[in-house]
């Protein structure tokens, strides 16, 4: 794959940026608290770093792209779990409900893209058939993650959870992160000519998430609790939290851990 000088560049920042969110992570001990958003980064820039190094020899970049992009996404899977039960730790059987529903609904859009995706490749031809196939199952899982990232931050916009900075950051930083890539695949597909267009736009969107978190991310978000929902009517933002602590309570009676 020959980049344009722009898309060097940006190539190159990334990696940069990402090495400094996994230093940051480490340095500050929150590998702990996000062990599958510090493992996804990790993947991230491993394979940008591989792209790079093989990029003129297109079947070892292509095969690198296909194991690299597999494992991202299960990982994002992994991620988004994270986040949702760190998000609700002050509502353990909710988040423990949420958990299942999401693992549910992630096993049956991979089911049914994989599905899709054999079907697909056994009745078409040409030496493209794979790779053509690949993105059609990553852009749906893509779209999936995207969905449930979304979902949570309007979950969290409405009602009034208290969670920790980090947690609001790393979530904000996902949903943006998930979005740029399900888009410029979608982009990507209707508009092959403008790869490289699209390509930059990526880089750069992910650049921004990854600045985001190098700069923000510090230990002492962790005690720097903030109020998502509602902060804009204190009556309602009251009768929501009591609302949500209804329905933990409720759970914690059917939801065994």
Same mark, same amino acid.
């Given at each position: ?8 560049? *940006? ?12 230093? !940051?992570?480490?340095? %500050?001990?929150?590998? !702990? ?8 980064? *990790? ?7 591989? %792209? ?27 991620? $988004?779990? %994270? ?27 991979? *089911? ?22 690949? $993105?059609?199952?990553? +852009? ?6 995207? $969905? ?24 904000? +930083? ?14 990507? /597909?209707?508009?092959?000519? /403008? ?40 009556? %309602?933002?009251?009768? *929501? ?8 309570? !409720? ?7």
């Amino acid at each position: 794959m020959r980049l344009s000088p722009a898309e060097q560049v *940006l190539w190159y920042l990334n990696i940069g940026f990402a090495m400094m969110v996994l230093a !940051r992570l480490y340095l %500050e001990r929150l590998i !702990r608290l996000y062990p599958a958003l510090f493992t996804y980064i *990790l993947a991230d820039a491993l394979e940008q770093a591989a %792209e790079l190094a093989f990029g003129r020899r297109r079947h070892v970049y292509g095969e690198i792209y296909f194991v690299g992009q597999s494992i991202k996404l299960a990982l994002a899977i992994l991620v $988004v779990l %994270e986040l949702y039960q760190l998000a609700l730790r002050k509502q353990p059987a909710l988040a423990r409900f949420g958990q299942r529903t999401f693992t549910y609904l992630f096993s049956i859009a991979i *089911l049914a893209g994989l599905a899709n995706f054999f079907i697909n490749t056994g009745t078409s031809t040409g030496r493209n058939k794979y790779p053509t196939e690949f $993105v059609r199952l990553e +852009g749906t899982l893509n779209l999936v993650t995207l $969905v449930a990232v979304v979902l949570i931050a309007g979950f969290l916009l409405w009602f009034p959870v208290r969670c920790s900075r980090n947690v609001a950051l790393c979530l904000g +930083g996902f949903v943006w992160y998930s979005f740029q890539r399900w888009a410029g695949l979608v982009f990507t /597909s209707f508009l092959p000519e /403008s790869t490289h267009t699209f390509s930059i736009a990526m880089l750069s969107a992910s650049l921004v998430c990854l600045a985001a978190w190098a700069i923000a991310l510090r230990k002492t978000g962790e005690a720097s609790i903030i109020v998502t929902g509602h902060r804009w009517n204190a009556a %309602e933002a009251e009768r *929501l939290t009591l609302q949500l602590d209804t329905i933990n309570s !409720r759970l914690a009676r059917l939801v065994r851990p």
